[in-house]
């Protein structure tokens, strides 16, 4: 057996950004703009509990795609071994020729990078450009003012990406301008705009300007360890909920053999009270994904799913009882 040889300076990009503000969009822009024939491997970690955005992304591509998901909270919690154990099966998989790796919009990116640390000491990971996608929109919203995690979210940037800029206000992007002036620290964090997460694939390739140090150690629980799983219940369906960071999330997993009324569903959706709706559903008319962020929901029809699965996020701790027998109405009676 011919022993294959070793993962060596894989380039490596984290893009990172607050809840809502199109990591994913902005990915699936990236993965369908690559090289044709180059291996592209995806690390993504999500706060909620089920994982809902490697369904977002799509099937893996004909071995040119590969997909991992740390759910659960920051991945970079107790000493990052979620991160590492998921990152070091991806690699081994895949063996890809670049990495995106997406942290949670509540994680903690400067953590996030300095557990990298020693796969780039080793060798096997080249750290190139950290994209940090904002809304500038949010940029005077005290809540963002306020967060630890938006004000590392830019510190660590090589490239700020203003995202969705065709919603914008005559001043806002020059807000965020004075905003990003005022952090700067003797380093100009260099802005692009960009409409539908349309990030240019050689912003990948500047280098990292990351400076590795000693990571703090913050308060919240770890995340599981990849493929930790829970399994299903009698009844079809798990539900699971995460706090932390300000927020509060409920998730639920259902089995494959529940199929949902699409029109039903897009209704429901629609009018869900809370911040932050994503969720991938098998339904009567195909597979799709719905993501509703800033109270606009989109649909993108997707070719397969291994189950159906959505996540609420919101400041608030949502009536999750109610939300859960909404999504048991919208059950496929045909």
């Given at each position: ?11 490596a ?11 994913t ?24 509990e ?12 004909d071995g ?10 920051c ?28 942290p ?11 557990t ?101 150690k ?15 219940s ?101």
């Amino acid at each position: 057996m011919t022993q294959k040889e070793p993962i060596r300076e894989v380039p490596a990009n984290v893009i990172t950004g607050f809840l809502g503000v199109g990591k994913t969009t902005a990915i699936r822009h990236l993965l369908d703009s690559k090289p044709a024939g180059e291996r592209w491997a995806v690390l993504v970690n999500e706060f909620g509990e089920v994982g809902v955005d490697g369904g977002l992304f799509g099937p893996e591509k004909d071995g040119e795609v590969f997909i991992r998901e740390v759910p659960g909270g920051c991945m970079c919690c107790t000493t990052g071994l979620p991160m590492q154990v998921a990152l070091n099966q991806l690699l081994a998989r895949a063996r890809p020729q670049r990495l995106l790796i997406e942290p949670t919009g509540l994680g903690h990116p400067r953590e996030v990078l300095s557990t990298l640390s020693d796969a780039v000491r080793a060798g096997v990971l080249d750290l190139r450009a950290t994209l940090t996608l904002v809304d500038a929109r949010c940029i005077e919203d005290e809540r963002y003012l306020r967060s630890d995690s938006f004000r590392q979210q830019l510190e660590v940037a090589d490239l700020v990406v203003a995202n969705k800029s065709d919603l914008y206000g005559p001043q806002e992007l020059e807000s965020l301008r004075r905003y990003l002036s005022f952090l700067q620290d003797d380093t100009e964090i260099t802005l692009q705009a960009v409409e539908q997460g349309r990030i240019q694939p050689d912003w990948l390739y500047a280098p990292s300007g990351f400076r590795i140090t000693a990571g703090h150690k913050h308060g919240h629980r770890a995340a599981p360890l990849p493929d930790e799983q829970e399994p299903l219940s009698e009844c079809g369906y798990l539900r699971l909920e995460n706090s932390g960071e300000g927020y509060h999330s409920c998730g639920w997993r259902f089995d494959p053999t529940l199929v949902f009324d699409y029109e039903q569903l897009f209704s429901l959706i629609s009018g869900v009270d809370a911040e932050r709706v994503k969720g991938v559903f098998i339904t009567e008319q195909g597979v799709f994904g719905f993501n509703k962020a800033d109270s606009v929901l989109s649909v993108l029809e997707l070719d397969d799913a291994l189950d159906s699965r959505v996540e609420a996020i919101d400041p608030k701790r949502r009536d999750w009882d109610k939300m859960e027998s909404g999504w048991l109405s919208t059950l496929s009676t045909g």
